[in-house]
């Protein structure tokens, strides 16, 4: 069986898609953490960083610069970038993804420790 990830990645299911490249789509997290809550998600189905071979850092660099990217694109000045690795570090989805979290005003409006990641 297929995982949630790879199904919206071939469109099986329907995502709020942002953008897609060869390597990456990038679309809406369904229960966003932040004003802005993206996830950047490889093709190429891969478990987490922790299971990450040596063939998968240019993988891994096209997520960082598409958040970076997006981010830029949509206006963020600061923003948080997230991989939640394993069920001990909150992973629930067992396909590698990037969240890019932002679009608070300003670091009044955020309590760091709250966002529910
Ligand atoms: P993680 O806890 O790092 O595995 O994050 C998985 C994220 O995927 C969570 O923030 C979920 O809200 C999000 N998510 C799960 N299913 C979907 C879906 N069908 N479409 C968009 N986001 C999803
Ligand atoms: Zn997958």
């Known amino acids: 069986m297929q ?5 919206i990645i071939k469109k099986e299911i329907p ?4 953008s897609e490249t060869d390597t990456f789509v990038i679309f809406k997290d369904i229960e966003p953490a932040a004003p802005i809550h993206y996830l950047i998600v490889p093709k190429e189905h891969i478990q987490s960083i922790a299971h990450l ?3 998968h850092k240019e993988i891994l660099a096209s997520l960082i610069y598409g958040a970076r990217d997006e981010a830029k694109k949509i206006g963020l000045k600061g923003y948080k970038l997230v991989f939640n690795v ?7 989805v067992d396909h590698l ?3 890019l979290l932002g679009g608070w005003q300003n670091d009044g ?6 966002i529910p990641l």
Do not use: P, W
């Open 15 to 18: 995502a709020d898609f942002i």
């Open 86 to 92: 394993g069920r001990e570090g909150g992973q629930v």
């Open 3 to 7: 995982c949630i990830f790879c199904k």
């Open 53 to 55: 071979e040596g063939n």
């Open 97 to 99: 993804h990037l969240h």
């Open 109 to 114: 409006d955020i309590d760091h420790r709250k």
